[in-house]
């Protein structure tokens, strides 16, 4: 059983920055696809960021482009992080660390592309 614990989430003004931690449990697992998905109240579950398996490619989902930045450490950590830069308050959200251990070399951005989920850590952003 994989396990992902999500770290790093809190109450940031608007303009500030943020990094989250996703650490995986199984070290192998580190080196599958992994992304960021958020949600906030009411909403449905929206694609942040993801990091393919093979070469580090990453993707952004259109509102976090140029603000946020998705990165591995595969030598030590079996960790993902998140770096999120000029918060605004819509990026207020329950932010989850989701795995694939799907074969093949597609890096999903929906949430049924991934089969491991961490149990979120809020981020809260005033104005």
């Known amino acids: 059983q994989v396990q992902l614990v999500e770290s790093g989430g809190g109450l940031v003004q608007a303009g500030g920055s943020l990094r989250l931690s996703c650490a995986a449990s199984r070290r192998t697992f580190i080196t599958y696809p992994m992304a960021w998905f958020r949600q906030a109240p009411g909403k449905e579950r929206e694609f942040v960021a993801a990091?393919?398996?093979?070469?580090?490619?990453?993707?952004y989902g259109e509102s976090v482009k140029g603000r946020f930045t998705i990165s591995r450490d595969n030598a030590a950590k079996n960790t993902v992080y998140l770096q999120m830069n000029s918060l605004k308050p819509e990026d207020a959200a329950v932010y989850y660390c989701?795995?694939?251990?799907?074969?093949?070399?597609?890096?999903?951005?929906?949430?049924?592309?991934?089969?491991?989920w961490g149990q979120g850590t809020q981020v809260t952003v005033s104005s």
């Open positions: 989701a795995a694939t251990a799907s074969p093949g070399s597609v890096t999903p951005t929906t949430p049924w592309g991934y089969q491991y």
């Open positions: 990091i393919s398996r093979f070469d580090g490619s990453t993707y």
